[in-house]
């Protein structure tokens, strides 16, 4: 144990450089209590247009923390949260939420959420038809390719691309020497799975509007753009530099991504929560590659940001590890 929380301090501070958190603000803002590690939230306009809603995946990721695993919504006009009933999952089905997507298909509305079985070393994409309170289960996917799944993005056709962090998960190699193990996939079926990159330094957040597939990367400090046709990459490009990239949205005609810039702190909050983790949220043009700080904090109102979401006037962050959505007032 001793060994292992000494490679974790080596590796941290090899992994750090002098990056100063960027400036921005000062907004007014508003904690919405979720459960914890909410690490993942997409935008649904969908199931009411009315009503309009974050979905929220949750993951408890601290030993100290309680266990509140599951998929929450939140009501944009009343910042009231609610958890999601899961129906007609299978008995022996393990829930570790991680990435997930939501897509209409004909016309009904599925969610495409990873989850991790770290014990068995199962990783899985599981779909649910989603109603207003309840996710009904549908499938549950598995391939030989889905090593170390971190984000996902699904096609109205029901196949999807996902990022694997790791070429082996949890490899404290492969993040000590930036080794490119990380990887790409898409997945069609079973049988049409494969990758479409896998030399990557820990890719994380994924979003594709064709022809385009973004990928962001925690280790290689890039935004990789690839133009995919027939499923597959003919093209990648360094598209924009930014430092420990975290899930990717879309705003308008630019993209946001949360991003950590501070490697050390991120490692020591994972361990203790009141250690803060600073916290950028970058927008990025498309197409020339151009960024500027939206909203950035030192870590004590949001630490380890892992997810934006603008929606009106309002910018939604969500986090790693704890409890809460922060609610920005960009005006």
Sequence with gaps: MKIKSILYAFMALWLTSCTSIPVSGP??????????????????TLSSKVKPRILISCDTRRSTDSVTNGIYWL????????????????VDLVFHPH??????????????VISHDDIKNVHTVIKYRVLEKDLIFEAEFHHKLFISPNDI??????????????????SLAEQLFKLKRSSVVYYKDFLNAYYIDKSLSYANGIYFEKPFLYV???????IFKFTIEDGK?????????IKGGDNITKSQNKYLVAAHLNSIAFLRHRKIANIPSPSVIYQFDPFTGEKEVL???DGKTISAASTAIRYGKYLYI??????????????
Excluded: C, Y
């Design 216 to 222: 962001s990367t925690v280790l290689q400090n890039t």
């Design 295 to 297: 909203f950035s904090d």
């Design 27 to 44: 907004w007014k803002t508003k904690k919405i209590a979720t459960g914890f590690g909410p690490e993942d939230i997409v935008l649904d």
């Design 318 to 331: 969500s986090q790693v590890f704890d409890n809460f959505i922060l609610k920005v007032d960009l005006e």
């Design 233 to 241: 990459s003919i093209e990648r490009t360094e598209l924009s530099e």
């Design 99 to 112: 990435g997930f997507d939501f897509v209409k298909m004909d016309s009904t509305l599925h969610l495409f």
């Design 75 to 90: 009501d944009l006009a009343t910042d009231s949260v609610f958890l999601f009933n899961r129906l007609a999952e299978p």
């Design 153 to 170: 993005f699904a096609l109205t056709d029901g196949s999807f691309f996902i990022t694997n962090d790791a070429g082996k998960r949890h």
